[in-house]
């Protein structure tokens, strides 16, 4: 059995935002017919055309935001064919998903998911097909408490108040199928884009008051070294020439691919193994990269020439609105990137979310691409039945992080984050009681890990996500074989608590501390 050592500092560090543990749904494969909206009369159980199971599970993890309608399906869609009682029937060939659409899910079940999961909605417009009139009309249908027509028309569609979107994505990847644009075409289309987009007013306990949008630049292919620097540079270069337009964030997009080598989702080997763990690991470095080259975007833009009408304070925070991992046998598999999710995938998930807490004051919001059916699944469906995959309780296991502070880890002698066979650990800290998640990325041998914190803390158990072989997914001949169980191997020794956790292991442990001195 092999041994490491965590020293915790409880000295809070960024607020965790739970924003991190967002979602992506799109009109893609079976992610959103069967997988997400069976529709009312469909025998499989429903709530209001909600597939039951699939909603149940997204209530208990209440995904801060969920990002709709794609993704590359939002291209190409016109939010007006989704709404009201007459909906025309499109041809979707998105991603080979080759199936008519018949537009039954659209803005208004989308924002009822949203309001039944507890998730805020974030909507991507499309700059390819669509127009800024679409667009700002998009906004005005959601957000405009007046009576309009476009206000009137959502209230005949059952919702009176507004749905108050605050997420707008102008544009997906608009360096590929967005429109193959380059920085400065881009630069040029958001602009126009963003100054015609409406603004509305709210009620809030401070009397009316602007409702704030964020509107989120497509952001760079996260997995294109290159080319992903010149986007950030040449696009905030664009953007800093003459005034300055309305930004709130930039959506970065990086998936872990996987089809280098000859293995699949459910068979693998040791070395397949750390090559997938290895490249879900390098999104820490784009993280950094981006951010530092987003500071330096800001930096540029000029001061107002005249002192009575300053510029505000450029502001652009760093989302990622699409991430996971993406294995070769995706591109053949019908529904469209449907993909098994074994211990392997949960453990990329777990790894990926706690660089993302690790580095909170830099990412502010993160979607899994995505939730049902599609790539780095929580939930796969298949005619009646529905799994959760280990992708899933690793979310669950993950709550307790949201609005909690990082704390910041070390071993004696080296950051706890660069052992690919070891383990590597994040801890955060809600009042008196924190939270360590330890990964074990070793394939083959359990660890036990000696844990020292900076003041006394007893420990109130902790749960581990594991199986007998790093390859076994969930499936629907054994939906139950890979479940969170109690770890209670906690013991308080000389050198501190020490655990054990397996093999190929995700673990959340729980500490509260004894006393302040
Ligand atoms: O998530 C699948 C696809 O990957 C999305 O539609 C697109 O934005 C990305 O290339």
Redesign the pocket.
């Known amino acids: 059995m092999k041994q490491d050592s965590i020293r915790i500092s409880l000295t809070p560090g960024t607020v965790i935002p739970a924003e991190l543990h967002s979602q992506?749904i799109?009109h893609?494969g079976s992610c959103i017919y069967d997988g997400i909206w069976v529709g009312k009369d469909s025998s499989i159980p429903n709530v209001e055309g909600f597939r039951k199971d699939v909603l149940d599970a997204l209530q208990k993890i209440a995904p801060p935001v969920v990002r709709w309608p794609?993704?590359?399906?939002a291209d190409t869609y016109h939010w007006k064919d989704g709404i009201g009682s007459q909906r025309p029937v499109i041809y979707n060939g998105?991603?080979g998903t080759a199936e008519t659409e018949d537009n039954s899910f659209g803005t208004d079940e989308f924002m009822r998911l949203c309001e039944l999961i507890g998730a805020k909605p974030w909507l991507n417009i499309n700059m390819l097909s669509g127009s800024v009139r679409e667009a700002a009309e998009w906004a005005e249908y959601c957000n405009r408490e007046e009576s309009t027509s476009l206000s009137e028309m959502r209230r005949q569609n059952g919702h009176d108040a507004p749905y108050q979107v605050k997420l707008w994505g102008i544009g997906?990847?608009v360096w590929?199928?967005g429109g193959n644009m380059t920085p400065q075409g881009y630069a040029d289309a958001y602009r126009r884009y963003a100054s015609a987009m409406p603004q509305f007013t709210r009620q809030t306990p401070d009397g009316r008051q602007r409702l704030p949008q964020t509107y989120i630049l497509s952001g760079p292919d996260g997995n294109k070294p290159k080319e992903r620097v010149h986007w950030t540079k040449d696009l905030f270069s664009e953007l800093a020439c003459y005034r300055q337009p309305n930004i709130g964030a930039i959506d970065l997009?990086f998936?872990n691919w996987n089809v280098t080598g000859n293995d699949d989702v459910d068979r693998f080997d040791e070395s397949d193994w750390y090559r997938v763990i290895g490249g879900a690991m390098e999104i820490g470095d784009v993280i950094d990269e981006q951010y530092a080259l987003i500071q330096d975007g800001l930096a540029q833009f000029p001061e107002s020439e005249v002192p009575y009408f300053p510029n505000p304070t450029p502001k652009c925070d760093l989302y990622i609105g699409?991430w996971g991992n993406w294995h070769g046998s995706a591109f053949s598999a019908h529904p469209a990137?449907w993909q098994q999710c074994s211990m392997r995938d949960a453990l990329t998930s777990a790894l990926t979310l706690d660089i993302f807490h690790k580095k909170a004051d830099k990412v502010k919001l993160a979607c899994c691409?995505?939730t049902v059916n599609?790539?780095n699944s929580l939930v796969l469906t298949d005619g009646a039945q529905t799994v959760l995959t280990p992708n899933y309780y690793v979310y669950q296991m993950y709550m307790v992080h949201r609005g909690g502070n990082a704390l910041s880890l070390q071993t004696d002698s080296q950051p706890v984050s660069e052992q690919l066979d070891g383990v590597m650990a994040f801890a955060s800290r809600t009042g008196d009681v924190i939270h360590l998640n330890i990964i074990c990325t070793d394939f083959a041998e359990e660890h036990t890990v000696n844990i020292r914190f900076d003041k006394d803390v007893f420990c109130n158990g902790g749960e581990t996500l594991a199986s007998s072989n790093p390859t076994d997914c969930n499936t629907f001949d054994c939906p139950d074989r890979i479940q969170p169980q109690e770890n209670h191997s906690a013991v308080l020794t000389e050198n501190g608590w020490k655990v054990t956790v397996p093999a190929a292991s995700v673990n959340v442990f729980h500490f509260q501390i004894a006393s302040e001195e």
Do not use: R
């Open positions: 992506f799109e893609l794609g993704g590359c399906f998105n991603f997906n990847e590929a199928g997009h998936y699409e990137l691409a995505q599609v790539l």
